[in-house]
Antibody, heavy 121, light 106 residues
Framework: EEQLVESGGGLVQPGRSLRLSCTGS????????FAWFRQAPGKGLEWVGY??????????ETAASLKGKITISRDDSKSIAYLQMNSLKSEDTGVYYC????????????WGQGTMVTVSS | SYEVTQPTSVSVSPGQTATITCSGD??????ACWYQKKTGQSPVLVIY???KRPSGIPERFSGSKSGSTATLTISATQTTDEADYYC?????????FGRGTQLIVL
């Protein structure tokens, strides 16, 4: 079964950094682009950014509102994608989801269960 | 990235047809897809490339697009369809995501 599992969430103080992980299993991880979305409490889903497969340069795209704040990377040897977030604020609180870009479908077809990030002192 | 617009909520009676629209200039040039998001659960892709259903999605879910408007239609709506539905499109390398439509089944 193709699966994504996020980890690394938790309680973090304002101003600190946090790195989330997205571990894939049952799929050819290196062949795909992976994206991150988030959902703040009571709010809608928000696209955060994505990282292309090495075949497409391994480059990243980030939502305009988050440029300079986040870094997305990947380690295909471990089947992990990372989301590094810096200078965290309370408005970064929410559930963070990792998802796979199917590629041929122009859509995100597999989603992880999400990991909760709470930014609070 | 909210350059596609959806209604905040749509209400439907069980067994009736629910229609959720998504509009935006970029939809003229790109595919639309739809996600279902229930509280406490991960999003689920229900429609891709305007009108295709992934395996496992019931046939009562259908999609269409005309010009700059995409539409998600749920026929014979069930109470279990109550969820938030998000429209998604692409602007070259940027993901366009709607604010979501709450489908109320009552």
């Amino acid at each position: 079964e193709e699966q994504l599992v996020e980890s690394g969430g938790g309680l973090v103080q304002p101003g600190r950094s946090l790195r989330l992980s997205c571990t894939g299993s049952g799929l050819r991880f290196g062949d795909f682009t992976f994206a991150w979305f988030r959902q703040a409490p009571g709010k809608g889903l928000e696209w955060v950014g994505y990282i292309r497969s090495k075949g497409y340069g391994g480059t990243t795209e980030t939502a305009a509102s988050l440029k300079g704040k986040i870094t997305i990377s990947r380690d295909d040897s471990k089947s992990i994608a990372y989301l590094q977030m810096n200078s965290l604020k309370s408005e970064d609180t929410g559930v963070y989801y990792c998802t796979r870009d199917h590629g041929g479908w122009n859509a995100f077809d597999i989603w992880g269960q999400g990991t909760m990030v709470t930014v609070s002192s | 990235s909210y350059e596609v617009t959806q209604p905040t909520s749509v209400s439907v009676s069980p067994g009736q047809t629910a229609t959720i629209t998504c509009s935006g200039d970029k939809l003229e040039e790109t595919y639309a897809c739809w996600y279902q998001k229930k509280t406490g659960q991960s999003p689920v892709l229900v429609i891709y490339q305007n009108n295709k259903r992934p395996s496992g999605i019931p046939e009562r879910f259908s999609g269409s697009k005309s010009g700059s408007t995409a539409t998600l239609t749920i026929s014979a709506t069930q109470t279990t369809d109550e969820a938030d539905y998000y429209c998604q499109a692409w602007d070259y390398t940027t993901v366009l995501f709607g604010r979501g439509t709450q489908l109320i089944v009552l």
